[in-house]
């Protein structure tokens, strides 16, 4: 059972129009949840992250929302620009014994178009 | 500064062989982890070591045992490897404490077995 889904395998956009990237989790013991970038050939690299007493975080071109009530967050990405064609994988992590264990979703590949 | 190193980065394997990816960290992070990625798939944790001299299994152990050699180096042994182990693997490190900090990863070693 997926604990972490990301249901859309793939997204196109446009040069320097909004990106948004979706994922919803269904483990409510999640408290931290995090956005990695991946191009081929390289390990995933982190991008964004939001605790759960949080609802948004900025970070630049990039924002993760959280909507805990629904188990879902995003990442928007304003403006797209071609280097952000990549994997993106949203992860989450729970209360630990002073690790931190990340369930990864399947990934969105995006695709920013010139 | 390194960050995450895994080695080897390529390797082709027999059915039945053993060999150890080796993996090094210089960012004084206390916890590692391996990961591996398939194919449609999101990263799946292995096995992970919150601290020296300590090691967990994480969602998918079987076949792989690991070895945390000292606070930098975290090791992943297939003893008989076999087909369905033909995976990216991707060795990653985090600090702990009262905040989550995100994961770091390496490279990846991408593993064939035939």
């Known amino acids: 059972d997926q604990q972490v889904k990301q249901n859309s395998p793939s997204l196109s956009v446009q040069e320097g129009r909004i990106s948004i990237l979706n994922c919803d989790y269904t483990n409510s013991m999640f408290d931290y949840f995090l956005w990695y970038k991946k191009y081929p050939a390289e390990g995933p690299t982190f991008l964004i992250s939001i605790s759960s007493i949080k609802d948004k975080n900025e970070d630049g071109r990039f924002t993760v929302f959280l909507n805990k009530s629904a188990k879902h967050l995003s990442l928007h990405i304003v403006p797209s620009q071609p280097g952000d064609s990549a994997v993106y994988f949203c992860a989450a992590s729970e209360p630990g014994a002073g690790s931190y264990q990340l369930t990864f979703g399947k990934g969105t590949k995006l695709s920013v178009i010139p | 500064n390194a960050g995450v190193t895994q080695t080897p980065k390529f390797q082709v394997l027999k059915t039945g062989q053993s060999m150890t990816l080796q993996c090094a960290q210089d960012?004084?992070?206390?916890?590692m982890y391996w990961y591996r990625q398939d194919p449609g798939m999101g990263l799946r944790l292995i096995y992970y070591s919150a601290s020296e001299g300590t090691t967990d299994k994480g969602e998918v152990p079987n076949g792989y045992n690991v070895s945390r050699l000292n606070k930098r180096e975290f090791s992943l042994r297939l003893e008989s490897a076999a087909p369905s182990q033909t995976s990216v693997y991707f060795c990653?490190?985090?600090?702990?404490?009262?905040?989550?900090?995100?994961?770091?990863f390496g490279q990846g070693t991408r593993l064939t077995v035939v």
């Open positions: 990653a490190s985090s600090g702990t404490g009262t905040l989550n900090t995100e994961a770091f």
């Open positions: 960012m004084n992070h206390n916890s």
